[in-house]
């Protein structure tokens, strides 16, 4: 099973900014993965797409975060990140990192919680 873990989570103030990470254990098989997104999701909603790079390093982001949002990865070291910045009191979620070989998630992380304060 590929694990992937979230680390970054917490509190901001509207207007700042926070760095998300999410290191994968299968260093070989994140390195062949043709899709990294990051999600977030509040109870009762249905998790969103926030923001997909996929193979070749091409990034999609949701309306609601372009501009605002950057998505990358590191290869080398198995790791995905997500640079918040300008956050709006509407971005409190729990954060997911996933991957997959195609076109849709296959593996998820467990979420870290981000809060914004109003």
């Known amino acids: 099973q590929v694990l992937l873990v979230e680390s970054g989570g917490g509190l901001v103030e509207p207007g700042g900014s926070l760095s998300l990470s999410c290191v994968v254990s299968d260093t070989e098989r994140f390195a062949r993965m043709g899709l990294l997104a990051w999600y977030r999701q509040t109870p009762g909603k249905q998790r969103e797409m926030v923001a997909h790079?996929?193979?070749?390093?091409?990034?999609n982001y949701a309306d609601t975060v372009k501009g605002r949002f950057t998505m990358s990865r590191d290869i080398a070291k198995s790791t995905m990140y997500l640079q918040m910045n300008s956050m709006k009191p509407e971005d409190k979620a729990v954060y997911f990192c996933?991957?997959?070989?195609?076109?849709?998630?296959?593996?998820w992380g467990q979420g870290t919680q981000v809060t914004v304060a109003s």
């Open positions: 790079l996929t193979d070749g390093g091409a990034t």
């Open positions: 996933g991957m997959g070989r195609w076109l849709s998630v296959e593996f």
